[in-house]
C-alpha cells in the first residue's frame, strides 16, 4: 500500500459511522476514530495506552473476556450482537446527523498483525437498532405465522371431525330416504296381494260349496245349476290371474328384499372385489320408486373386470346420481346408465334429459349444502359425500351438462387401489 492509499484508508475509517479502535495485544488502546470521540466524548490523546476496561469500565465483561479469549485460542473474528446488554462501551452522544445515540450495539473483535509485526485487536462496534426492529417484526411475523398454523392445523381436525359426521349423517339421511322408498315399494305389492288373497278365499269357499254338493246332489243338472249360480267360468279365469299376480307382487318384495340386504351392508367398510354392475342393479332396484315415473331407464354396460372398492359406498354415489338425475327431470325423461374399462381404471356414469346444471354453478356442486332445490328437499349433501367417496377409492368426478339438455356425471375408479393403501382403508 502506498502513501495515498493509506490516506484514503485513514480518511475512510475517520468518516466512517463505525466505531473503530485498535487495541495492542494487552487490549490496551492504540487508536480509536473519530466517531468513538464523538460518541463517547473522550479524548484519544488521554485514553492511548490505556486499558480499554479503564477508559471504558462498562467493557469489563465476562462477555468481552470470552470474546477475547476466543480470539486468542483460535485466531478468529468473534462476532456479537449485543441484544441483551445493549452496548459493549458506552457512547452516549449522537454524532450530528445520527437521530439518536449508538444503543444498540453489535461488535467485531478480530486479530491482525501491524506493519511492525506486533499482534493487535481490532474492534468495531457499529449500531444494529434497525436491524433488531426488523428483525422483532420478523419474529413476530414467526410467531403469528406459527400460531396460524397451530389454528389451521385445529382447523383441519376439525374438519376431518365435521367430515367423518357429514359421512355419518349422509348415511343415515340415505338410509332414511331408502326406508321411505321401500315402504312404499312393498306397500304396493302387498296390497294386491293382500285383496287377491281374500278374493281367493270367497273364490275357494264357493269351490268347496260346489265339491260339497257333489254327494248331495240329486242330479247333475243341479250340480251345473249351482256352478252357473257361483259363476264358476269365472272364477276359474280370475283364479289364475289373481296367482299369477299375487306371485309377481311376492317376486318383487323378494327383490326388493335381496336388493336392501345387497344395500345394506352400509357399515361394510372394507375395499373388496366387487361387480360393480351388480350393485349398480341392487341401487337401480333400491331407487325405482324415485325413478320409474321420471324416466326410462335405459342401460349399456361394457364389459368390467371386478373392481377393488367399497362396495356399499360406491352404491351410495350411483343412488345420489340416480336420485339426481330424477329430480333433473321435470316432466318425463331419459336416463342412461354406462360403463367402461380403460386399462387401470373403469368408469360408471349417469345421463339424464334433466334441465342440466348452469355453467356458473358448476364447480360448486361438490360444496357442502350446496343445493338449487327448495329447502326440505335437498341437503346439498349428496355430491360432496359422492366426491369424498370417489377421492377416498383415489377415483375422480366428471361433470358434463348443458342446460335443458342434460347431465352426465361419470365417476372413474382404479380397478385396483394402490398397494400401501390396500385392505382396511375406512372412509
Ligand atoms: N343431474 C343433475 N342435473 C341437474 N342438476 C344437478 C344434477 N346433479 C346435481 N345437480 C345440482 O347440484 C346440486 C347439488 O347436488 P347434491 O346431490 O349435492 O345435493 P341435492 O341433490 O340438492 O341434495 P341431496 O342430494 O343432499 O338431497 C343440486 O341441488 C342441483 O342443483
Ligand atoms: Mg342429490
Known amino acids: 500500500m502506498d502513501s495515498s492509499q493509506r490516506d484514503l484508508a485513514s480518511a475512510l475509517v475517520e468518516h466512517i459511522e463505525i466505531g473503530v479502535i485498535i487495541l495492542d495485544s494487552a487490549l490496551r488502546i492504540e487508536y480509536w476514530n473519530t466517531f468513538i470521540s464523538q460518541c463517547s466524548g473522550k479524548l484519544l490523546q488521554q485514553a492511548r495506552r490505556q486499558p480499554l476496561t479503564s477508559i471504558f469500565p462498562e467493557a469489563d465483561t465476562p462477555r468481552l473476556s470470552k470474546m477475547v479469549a476466543q480470539v486468542r485460542e483460535h485466531g478468529r473474528h468473534v462476532y456479537t450482537q449485543w ?6 462501551i458506552q457512547l452516549p452522544l449522537s454524532v450530528c446527523g445520527q437521530p439518536a445515540p449508538l ?5 467485531l473483535l478480530f486479530p491482525f498483525t501491524g506493519a511492525d509485526g506486533q499482534q493487535r485487536f481490532g474492534l468495531l462496534l457499529y449500531d444494529t437498532t434497525e436491524f433488531a426492529r426488523s428483525n422483532e417484526q420478523l419474529d413476530a411475523a414467526l410467531n403469528t405465522l406459527s400460531s396460524k ?3 389451521q392445523e385445529q382447523l383441519l381436525n376439525k374438519l376431518e371431525k365435521a367430515n367423518a359426521q357429514l359421512l355419518q349423517s349422509e348415511k343415515l339421511a340415505a338410509i332414511g330416504q331408502l326406508a321411505a322408498g321401500v315402504a312404499h315399494e312393498i306397500n304396493n305389492p302387498i296390497g294386491y296381494v293382500f285383496s287377491n288373497l281374500k278374493t281367493l278365499a270367497g273364490y275357494v269357499h264357493d269351490l268347496l260349496r260346489i265339491i260339497d254338493a257333489v254327494d248331495g246332489a240329486a242330479s247333475l243338472d243341479e250340480l251345473r245349476q249351482l256352478k252357473r249360480s257361483l259363476e264358476y267360468d269365472y272364477i276359474r279365469n280370475d283364479v289364475e290371474a289373481l296367482i299369477s299376480e299375487s306371485e309377481d307382487g311376492i317376486e318383487r318384495v323378494k327383490k326388493i328384499i335381496t336388493a336392501l340386504k345387497d344395500f345394506s351392508h352400509i357399515e361394510e367398510e372394507q375395499f373388496r372385489l366387487a361387480d360393480l354392475h351388480r350393485g349398480v342393479d341392487t341401487t337401480l332396484n333400491v331407487v325405482n320408486n324415485e325413478l320409474k315415473y321420471k ?3 335405459i342401460k349399456e354396460y361394457g364389459q368390467l373386470p371386478a373392481v377393488e372398492c367399497i362396495p356399499s359406498q360406491i352404491n351410495q354415489v350411483m343412488m345420489n346420481l340416480l336420485v339426481n338425475a330424477a329430480h333433473a327431470i321435470e316432466q318425463f325423461g331419459r336416463i342412461t346408465l354406462r360403463s367402461g374399462h380403460e386399462g387401470e381404471w373403469v368408469w360408471l356414469e349417469v345421463e339424464d ?3 342440466g346444471i348452469a355453467p356458473q354453478l358448476l364447480n360448486r356442486i361438490y360444496e357442502p349444502f350446496f343445493t ?7 341437503t346439498g349433501l349428496g355430491l360432496s359425500l359422492s366426491y369424498n367417496i ?3 377409492h383415489h377415483g375422480r368426478i366428471e361433470v358434463h351438462s348443458e342446460v335443458d339438455k342434460g347431465s352426465r356425471f361419470r365417476i372413474w375408479l382404479p380397478v385396483c387401489q394402490p ?3 390396500q385392505p382396511g382403508n375406512a372412509v
Do not use: C, F, H, N
Open 103 to 107: 444503543m444498540l450495539q453489535s461488535t
Open 419 to 421: 398397494p400401501a393403501l
Open 390 to 392: 370417489v377421492q377416498k
Open 353 to 355: 334429459t334433466g334441465k
Open 149 to 151: 398454523q397451530i389454528e
Open 295 to 297: 324416466a326410462e331407464v
Open 372 to 378: 338449487t332445490k327448495p329447502v326440505g328437499k335437498g
Open 83 to 88: 441484544r441483551d446488554d445493549p452496548y459493549l
